[in-house]
């Protein structure tokens, strides 16, 4: 199995977001309807002082996700009030169908003091297809816990075998290059169980794949679906330090593939794909979001400076 | 109607010589009684940084079981060290609550961050003693009651009971910021959760105990004991703003139960009040009930919510 570019297929820098956004589009994340496919993606605003808040969007695709239908320019998830998990932004926001609910699982964002900040794992509902969405209280419904301790988001929720399971990440801990620098986060991809996809028990620290890049592999983004009796999963994996300017260092993909969502292999080949110098994903892949579309596997994914430009197709080769 | 007689102040941390983390403050009194010894937790700080910050630290005071006004011994150490870069516990451990698990001491207490927004974030951590409560090692880097969607911040205040077959947790959950004089002020009430095992804990989901002086008040020490076939609980309230004086600072309420569940608050039957003049003029607060030689003591705060050290009232007597 390889994958193959299609190329970047949405800049948000052509288009007028809301918040007055201008630059990225984080995180893709589909939501298949009948007649095409919206992409959930946040979009970032600036405070006073400099520091980004995420705001959840999406565009719509006819379903040969390349013709544009609309770009949403409201609300679609409000950040939190004074004090909450999701008070400074929303990113990313992976969505699921449940009946004529859609539901939201949120990684809510708030800035801390001694390091940048911490996160949360959310949930929120939309009762209009997908448009807006509520959150079911002030709180997250996976936060820090014993042995996961800070850091704990990127959830991406599917239904299988009558339960909801939720891939997402947790913190290990925070770590300098030297003595001055500004600390760096440590994070790896964990796997949990839930029966009604609101409460959610922390894995207890367990780990899901073995590291590429050593202890301090940070290991972010999982996306998993069934296709052609596997388990597929992608992700994205980097350094601890000197990831945003430097691409040896950078967000890559990874892949893992299962047949029970519990035990995965590590393949990170499949992903090899191999962009020419100077591409919108040269320096950089991350936020690899997997999906079956009329058939096939399908990709979405950002480029070079985590999405700043916008993100991308690629498809799948058996 | 509880009527106590003040046997006044047991502790004064500005007595305290040797100690600079302990320059100021004795609150949230917490009692562990095992072997015939009786040992006082409490929480305490060393002088604020430059920016006018604290952290917290715990440690504990042994009292003569038969004349608890008089302190034996006194840690030399905080029990437990502020937690690693970017935990919850980074910042603080305050207030603590011990109950013994086996031959350890188990250790709950609220680990404090700090905020951009808001001041500070509060969430309840686990630390396990070998030494008989001497000292203490985090159970994990993270804490053992979070966040959840309706206790979304500010977990605090934990006090650990064993009732039966079943660990209880009485704690306060935040439920809005509120601001203020230009200063956020978390508005919290008590609530509870129930553990198998001291790790997992089930949240049972709702205020326990009514309001009484305004929308906002804040509720905090939740002191459960058990007798004569009923629970009771000692707990403190203020308003929500303006309660750094007598008139809106804390006062003591009173609860009682018969299945934890569903609480008749009853604060007249409390019996404690701040004193005319003194160190707990001001206001009474972080009550906790404890029993010694036959005789049913209450552990409070006085002014400044424990600046000042914590005393004892003795119980003459419940009606």
């Excluded at chain 1, 900040?117 to 820090?144: E, K, Q, Y």
């Excluded at chain 2, 077959?165 to 306060?172: A, T």
Aim: with cysteine; net charge negative.
């Amino acid at each position: 199995m390889t994958l193959h570019r299609s190329g970047q297929i949405f800049d948000p820098r052509a288009h007028r977001l809301l918040a007055g956004c201008t630059e990225f589009a984080q995180s893709p994340q589909t939501l298949v309807r009948d007649d095409g496919v919206r992409v959930y993606f946040s979009t970032r605003s600036a405070d006073a002082d400099g520091r980004y808040r995420s705001h959840p969007a999406y565009v719509d695709f006819d379903a040969d996700l390349r013709t544009m239908r609309s770009v949403s320019t409201h609300e679609v998830v409000p950040l939190g009030v004074l004090g909450t998990f999701d008070e400074h932004g929303i990113f990313p926001l992976n969505v699921l169908r449940v009946g004529s609910e859609v539901r939201g699982y949120t990684t809510g964002w708030n800035r801390r003091v001694s390091v940048s900040v911490d996160t949360g794992i959310g949930l929120v509902l939309s009762h209009d297809g997908g448009d807006t969405f509520h959150r079911v209280g002030d709180g997250p419904v996976l936060g820090p816990s014993l042995h996961e301790p800070m850091l704990v988001c990127d959830g991406f929720v599917l239904e299988a075998g009558g339960h909801y399971h939720m891939f997402y990440i947790f913190g290990q801990r925070w770590v300098r290059e030297t003595p001055d620098a500004p600390p760096d986060r440590v994070y790896k991809i964990a796997h949990t169980t839930s029966v009604d996809g609101l409460n959610w028990a922390p894995s207890g620290g367990r780990t899901i794949l073995p590291d590429r890049l050593g202890a301090n592999e940070c290991q972010a983004l999982p996306s998993v679906v069934w296709h052609e009796g596997r388990y597929h999963m992608a992700f994205c994996y980097r350094d601890a330090h000197g990831f945003r300017h430097d691409p040896a260092r950078a967000y890559r993909l990874g892949y893992a593939w299962s047949d029970d969502l519990t035990a995965w292999t590590r393949d990170d080949a499949v992903m090899d794909m191999a962009p020419e110098a100077g591409a919108w994903d040269f320096d950089m892949q991350c936020y690899p979001h997997l999906f079956v579309h009329q058939g096939n596997l399908k990709m979405m994914y950002n480029g070079n400076a985590f999405g700043r430009c916008g993100f991308g197709l690629a498809q799948v080769v058996p | 109607m509880f009527i106590w007689r003040k046997l006044g102040r047991v502790f004064d941390p500005g007595a305290v010589a040797g100690r600079p983390w302990l320059h100021a403050f004795a609150q949230a009194p917490a009692s562990l009684q095992r072997d015939g010894a009786l040992r006082m937790y409490f929480s305490c700080r060393p002088p604020a940084d430059a920016e006018g910050q604290f952290v917290s630290y715990s440690a504990w005071v042994d009292l003569d079981p038969a004349n608890p006004m008089r302190v034996l011994r006194m840690a030399d150490a905080p029990i437990l060290t502020l937690g690693e870069l970017g935990t919850f516990d980074e910042f603080g451990t305050y207030p603590v609550s011990v109950i013994p698990h086996e031959d350890e001491v188990w250790a709950y207490y609220g680990g404090w961050t700090r905020c951009r927004s808001v001041p500070f974030n509060v969430a309840i951590g686990l630390a396990v003693s070998r030494d008989g409560g001497s000292s203490f090692e985090r159970r994990g880097a993270g804490p053992v009651i979070g966040y959840s969607p309706d206790e979304p911040f500010v977990m605090s205040g934990p006090k650990i009971r064993r009732f039966g077959d079943l660990y209880y947790m009485f704690y306060i959950a935040g439920r809005s910021w509120k601001m203020a004089d230009g200063r956020a002020e978390p508005v919290y009430r008590i609530r509870m959760a129930t553990s198998p095992d001291g790790l997992h804990w089930n949240k049972h989901g709702r205020d326990l105990i009514p309001l009484r002086l305004e929308a906002d008040e804040a509720q905090a020490s939740p002191d459960v004991h058990f007798f004569g076939g009923r629970y009771h609980m000692f707990f403190c309230y203020r308003y929500s703003t303006g309660y750094r004086g007598h008139e809106r600072g804390y006062r003591i309420g009173y609860a009682h139960s018969t299945d934890l569940l569903q609480w008749q608050r009853d604060d007249d039957r409390a019996g404690l009040q701040p004193s005319e003049t003194g160190w707990d003029s001001e206001m009474v607060s972080y009550p906790h009930v404890f029993m010694s030689n036959g005789e049913t003591y209450m552990a409070y705060l006085g002014n400044g919510v424990g600046r000042e050290g914590f005393g004892l009232a003795v119980l003459e007597s419940r009606s």
